[in-house]
């Protein structure tokens, strides 16, 4: 299975980890009236799909190798399987929450809080799992995205003149980000110890999880919805082609930035703490593409834009410190 072995090749896969994970809510902003509920049933089929066809082609770069994609399902004992299936639960939770939240605040609320949140979380939780990395980079720039977080609440708190929905959208995005830091530990756990899943079988069977949990889970956020009337299974199968297509590669678009993140933190000298931390940076690249292209607070007075700023000076500082934590001693 394909391994980066060296310090650049793992910090790309961790950019491009970054990149997805902030961009795939693009797909859904682009099914305008499309409501999130029924988006996600092909997102999360899109995700299988992902972790399937990397697993049969990077996960088996060499067929006779005891990591390969297969053999290693098959060498994988119980405690580790059930850890990255739970991971995978976890996570479908999490993130049906913060869409939700999306759909009612937001890209450039729902990320930096929730997924600002899961960083703090998900770092301290996996360094404790495996200590790599400098932590004074590690935790002073976990630190400084913590500040970016209130900076950004306290943007929208100005903008939004409904405190109704700001509130619930807010909500959501800190119970979601709660429960998304959350997800990558179990995933450490999998992918660590004696008989363990290598990075593709673990973004598998982690897939899995996340299907799993979406059937009954998505079941209930559609007749009891965050936001608007309920919607039934026949709304669903009478979409369009394209919104299906389009729920369909956001989920690829994703899995493809997880499945990186998972083989860079399998690296040696990176570890699930520094990849997962600079991953999160995702919530920077999503309040990007809510602020200047979706313009989700066009009309902001210019304390708005000042608070906005700044959220962005301690974003990229933060993303700094965690992006060196690797490789200074």
């Known amino acids: 299975m394909f391994i980066p072995q060296v ?11 970054m990149i997805c994970w902030g961009s795939w809510v693009n797909t859904q902003k682009l099914c305008k009236n499309w409501r999130f509920e029924l988006f996600y049933w092909d997102y999360i089929w899109g995700i299988l799909l992902c ?71 998900g770092s301290v939780l996996n360094y404790i799992i495996t200590p790599k990395g400098n932590p004074l980079l590690l935790f002073g720039g976990v630190a400084l995205v913590c ?49 363990h899943l290598g990075p593709y079988a673990v973004a598998f069977v982690f897939a899995l999880g996340a299907v799993a949990a979406n059937i009954p889970g998505n079941y209930v956020l559609m007749r009891r919805p965050v936001l608007g009337p309920p919607v039934r299974f026949a709304d669903y199968l009478a979409g369009a082609g394209r919104l299906h297509f389009w729920g369909i590669v956001g989920g690829v678009f994703w899995a493809v930035g997880t499945i990186s993140n998972f083989v860079a933190s399998y690296a040696k000298m990176v570890g699930p703490a520094a990849s997962y931390a600079l991953g999160q940076g995702s919530a920077m690249v999503g309040t990007i593409w809510g602020v200047f292209v979706w ?17 962005f000076v301690f974003f990229l500082i933060g993303l700094f410190c965690v992006a060196l934590a690797p490789v200074v001693k």
Do not use: C
């Open 7 to 17: 310090y650049a090749v793992a910090l790309a896969m961790m950019i491009l980890t």
């Open 51 to 121: 972790a399937v066809l990397t697993g049969l082609t990077l996960g088996r770069t060499d067929p006779t190798s005891p990591d390969s994609f297969f053999r290693n399902l098959l060498a994988a004992d119980v405690t580790h399987l059930t850890y990255a299936f739970l991971g995978g639960v976890i996570f479908n939770v999490a993130n049906l929450m913060i869409v939700g939240a999306i759909a009612i605040a937001g890209m450039a609320v729902a990320f930096p809080i929730g997924i600002g949140l899961a960083l703090v979380i």
């Open 295 to 311: 313009k989700e607070f066009a009309g902001a007075g210019p304390s708005t834009k000042r608070l906005l700023a700044l959220m």
């Open 147 to 195: 500040v970016a977080i209130v900076l950004d609440a306290l943007a929208y708190r100005q903008l939004s003149s409904d405190a109704t929905v700001s509130k619930k959208g807010i909500v959501l995005s800190l119970v979601g980000g709660f429960f998304m830091g959350l997800f990558y530990p179990l995933v450490a756990k999998g992918i660590s110890g004696e008989n």
